[in-house]
């Protein structure tokens, strides 16, 4: 259990204490144990404010402390357990039917004596071990090991596929300005960082412009004194070849001085003295920490002569933090050309490869997903037996298992980064290794998961969406996350993890005993899961099989299943997985097409995330609101279901989501809406709702959303949609449902925008909107111009009508933004001045629009047009715009094409 799990543990403890809108915490026999619940809570408290004073310090610290926090949360995830297996037991026996499996294992008592002696044990130590109250009182030194970075210079012998980049940064170092500079080369490991720089530190022409080139490897750890001689090293041994006085002098000094005898100062003088007046190039390899180059930058005079700086790090924040505006180079991944030609170029020594290698050799690449350590582990085999074609096509079926397999290759470079984890970030990370390979993840579905997991750290006045959020933005950083598509507004959607990564994530996950991962059928008699009954256990499995066959997967503690295929044998036994599984906390079954909501669902009380498939008519039972812990709930259907009206039971509720099932036809999907919410009895915590229809008995969005940041409804616009007390509110799609729309016109009071004859108020926080099948005059586009805020403006499918839009006397402060898709609009009027942040301009299926007009190109900030699906008129206007790209009137990006003919 991580410290943000003891931390969800303690939020549910003080909900049984102190919580009673909730009627399964109102039962007597949980209420004869809020004592006992007290009790826990106050103990786990203090042992926090004990261990944890500094949850982000380096993980380097005490043996002792190290072995304290570790039995520390053994006992907290045995306290867990205990109050889980209660829980379940009174829960249980009071919503099951007779008719259905029991578990058996269920406690039915709550004894946490064992649990409570092992804190004091814990405390006992902590007070009687002196030099553990040194360490909790004093902050972590650093004091990793240094290691070695072989696997990184495999590399430097061969330079292939970074010619653009050596362009880049060598032009940057030499460019004609004074000031001392910063340039950064940021990437992950084994991407080709030492082999860039290094090609940059030998270049003839770098040779030339600087007076002194100094190589500093830094590497994980810090050593004031190794970075002064490897300053020094370089200097002497170009002195020797100078015969100037000064240099004379300096040279006698540096021969005459002893490196092991002398002081920290002197070396740092001498440094000081040899690189003032020069123009130096120094190179800091492999740099980990900001607080290393606070101490480094100290030691190089900025002699305003042009002397330039070059980092190499995996972790963004510590290019940023040396130059926030000097060039940060991120490295990406070679591509498969580039891939093969170093593959060759490293078996063949320059020779022509044979023709019969090019399959196999392109196979074995796209194998290496562009990672040129990968690529270079694979060709130190291959070149044993370089010209054997069958050994090839061997290699080919067999590359990631020889890439994993060297001992001093990709996973032990990798590794570097996973050992330089904080805490807070690891379980996070180790939970990429249960998804299939190259798998996508949604970063709004990932973060919900880490949430229901309980990875995530509270830190008071921040909501955990957006703390981890924070939290993949670092991975993203530290590139261990690869960025795979970016939302409208530039926020990250989707993400991927490199194949290596990936299985680091599953290699160290097994050895914690993290997940579970069934890819093929397992022997009965095999047994993976040897941990105690309390230690909790996620499951992941793309394959259809039925887990209660396998007696080794353990009921006690598993606490997550996630499938990736689709399958049937599961829905036959649901009641009894359900049953059997009562602690389950994640339950994703989106690849399972149940016939009908399941009876048994009722049992998991424990559940945060549910992701379910229903293909019957049937709607949700009522008794789904006793799920209180409920956090994320996930719906596919094809049918519409009607969420019950006591809803609101649900107090930990945050996200309510429904979509179709992905082989629906997409010409639907904007339509239906698989949720039918009628009415609401009480306010909720909901921060996002997706694809739900709202009924009458949902108009007061302030009184039964107050929390709500993102809202994708469906609702007729003939009813009040005052959407203004949404303080929170920051992205919004409201799709038109038409009834009989009134003709009388509406008043509106100063300031407070209305949609024409629809009424319809936006609060100022809202940075996204999409509207659909609105069908409202241009004239009301005017109504935007109120909200400030505004990043992202979608309009679809008739969202306005009319054949006229004109721009010039409306202003777009923020949007950076605007799609038009699908829109009876001929003419568009713009004034450049209307969009003076404008970066993305999308026009879709706009079949009667006859320009995007010229004053575009007068838009300072835009960088893209998009065009899909377009008229001869419209298609003629962009090819002018083209022309003034040509002409170098302006550099903006024109991506445009017919993908299919809409009819109207």
């Known amino acids: 259990m991580s410290y943000a799990g003891v931390q969800m543990f303690m939020e549910k403890l003080n909900q049984l204490i102190n919580c009673y809108d909730i009627p399964f915490i109102n039962n007597p026999e949980i209420i004869i144990e809020r004592p006992q619940f007290q009790l826990l809570y106050a103990e786990l408290g203090s042992m926090i404010r004990t261990l944890f004073f500094d949850e982000c310090q380096d993980l380097h610290e005490h043996e002792g402390v190290k072995d304290l926090k570790k039995r520390f949360t053994y006992a907290a995830e045995e306290a867990q357990y205990i109050v889980d297996l209660f829980l379940s037991n009174v829960h249980i026996r009071n919503i099951i039917p007779q008719d259905l499996p029991t578990f058996e294992d269920v406690n039915p008592s709550l004894n946490l004596d064992d649990v409570r002696k092992s804190f004091s044990s814990i405390l006992k130590e902590i007070n009687q071990s002196a030099s553990v109250q040194r360490t909790l009182n004093q902050p972590a030194q650093i004091s990793i090991s240094r290691t070695s970075l072989e696997s990184e210079r495999l590399l430097d012998e061969i330079f292939v596929g970074f010619d653009r980049d050596f362009e880049l940064i060598r032009g940057k170092l030499v460019e004609d300005t004074k000031k001392i500079d910063v340039v950064s080369i940021v990437g992950m490991g084994g991407i080709g960082k030492t082999t860039l720089a290094t090609k940059v530190f030998n270049d003839g022409f770098v040779k030339y412009h600087f007076h002194v080139r100094v190589w500093v490897t830094v590497s994980q750890i810090y050593d004031k004194r190794d970075v002064l001689i490897q300053i020094l090293l370089p200097i002497r041994a170009e002195l020797n070849l100078k015969k100037d006085v000064d240099c004379v002098l300096h040279e006698k000094v540096l021969k005459n001085l002893d490196f092991e005898r002398a002081n920290d100062s002197q070396l740092h003088e001498l440094v000081h003295k040899n690189l003032m007046g020069k123009r130096c190039l120094i190179v800091i390899d492999d740099i980990w920490h900001i607080q290393t180059w606070d101490k480094l930058k100290l030691f190089f005079p900025n002699n305003n002569n042009g002397s330039r700086i070059l980092l190499t790090t995996r972790l963004a924040e510590v290019a940023k933090h040396a130059n926030p505006d000097g060039l940060i180079h991120r490295l990406g991944y070679l591509n498969t050309s580039r891939s093969f030609e170093l593959l060759c170029q490293k078996v063949f020594q320059g020779n022509e490869c044979p023709e019969w290698s090019i399959k196999p050799g392109m196979q074995i690449v796209e194998n290496c997903h562009g990672l040129p350590l990968a690529v270079v582990v694979i060709a130190r085999v291959l070149a044993k037996d370089a010209w054997n074609e069958m050994f090839w096509v061997e290699m080919a079926y067999r590359t990631g298992s020889y890439i994993v397999s060297d001992e001093n290759g990709c996973l032990k470079t990798l590794a570097l980064s996973y050992n330089h984890l904080p805490l807070h970030l690891r379980e996070c990370f180790l939970y990429f290794g249960g998804f299939p390979e190259d798998y996508t993840f949604q970063v709004q579905r990932l973060i919900w998961l880490w949430m229901a997991e309980g990875f995530i750290q509270d830190a008071g006045d921040r909501n955990l969406e957006d703390i981890a959020d924070s939290y993949l933005m670092d991975l993203i950083d530290r590139n261990l996350v690869i960025v795979a598509n970016r939302v409208s507004d530039g926020g990250v959607k989707a993400c991927k993890v490199h194949d290596l990564v990936r299985e680091l994530c599953l290699q160290k996950a097994r050895e914690e005993q993290f997940i579970l991962k069934l890819e093929r059928p397992l022997s009965k008699q095999f047994s993976i899961i040897t941990t105690s009954p309390s230690k909790p256990v996620r499951m992941f499995t793309n394959k259809d099989l039925d887990i209660l066959d396998y007696d080794h997967i353990p009921t006690q503690n598993l606490r997550s299943i996630l499938w990736f295929s689709y399958f049937t044998s599961l829905s036959d036994d649901i009641a009894k997985i359900m049953c059997s599984y009562v602690l389950l906390r994640v339950l994703d079954l989106q690849k399972c097409e149940l016939n009908d909501f399941p009876k048994a669902m009722e049992s998991l009380v424990h559940l945060r995330y549910l992701a379910i498939w229903i293909s019957s008519k049937a709607d949700f039972p009522d008794s789904i609101c006793k799920l209180w812990n409920l956090q994320t709930l996930v719906c596919l259907s094809y049918d519409r279901k009607v969420l019950p009206t006591n809803i609101s039971d ?11 099932p992905s082989n629906e036809a997409v010409g639907t999907q904007s339509f239906k809406k698989p949720f039918f919410l009628p009415s609401i009895g009480k306010p909720m915590k909901l921060q996002t709702i997706s694809n739900v229809e709202l009924g009458d008995g949902v108009g007061n969005f302030q009184k039964c959303f107050p929390y709500i940041k993102e809202l994708t409804c469906t609702t007729y616009l003939d009813k009040q949609n ?7 509110l920051e992205k919004l799609k409201l799709t038109s449902l038409h009834r009989i729309i009134k003709s009388a016109a509406h008043d509106n009071p100063k300031g407070e925008p209305s949609c024409g004859k629809i009424h319809i108020t936006f609060p ?23 909200l400030v805020n505004l990043q992202v403006l979608k309009l679809h499918n008739n969202a306005f009508e009319g054949s006229c839009w004109n721009t010039d006397e409306q202003e777009f402060k923020r949007l950076k933004f605007l799609r038009l898709e699908r829109l009876n609009i001929k003419l568009w009027g713009v004034d450049s001045k209307s969009f003076p942040c404008l970066s993305q301009l999308e026009v879709f299926n706009c079949l009667d629009l006859e320009e995007i007009p010229l004053e575009t190109v007068e838009i300072p900030t835009l960088k893209l047009i998009k065009i899909r699906d377009y008229g001869h008129s419209l298609g003629e206007s962009v090819r002018r715009i083209q022309e003034q790209n ?5 550099d903006i990006k024109i991506d445009i094409s017919m993908e299919i003919q809409v009819q109207f």
């Open 650 to 660: 649900l107090v930990n509720l945050r996200h309510l989501w429904s979509y179709l």
């Open 722 to 728: 005052d959407f203004k007390p949404l303080t929170d």
């Open 764 to 786: 100022e926080t809202l940075k996204t909107l999409t509207l659909v099948d609105c069908r409202l005059p241009w004239s009301d586009m005017s109504i935007f111009k109120l």
């Open 886 to 890: 040509d002409l170098g009137n302006c």
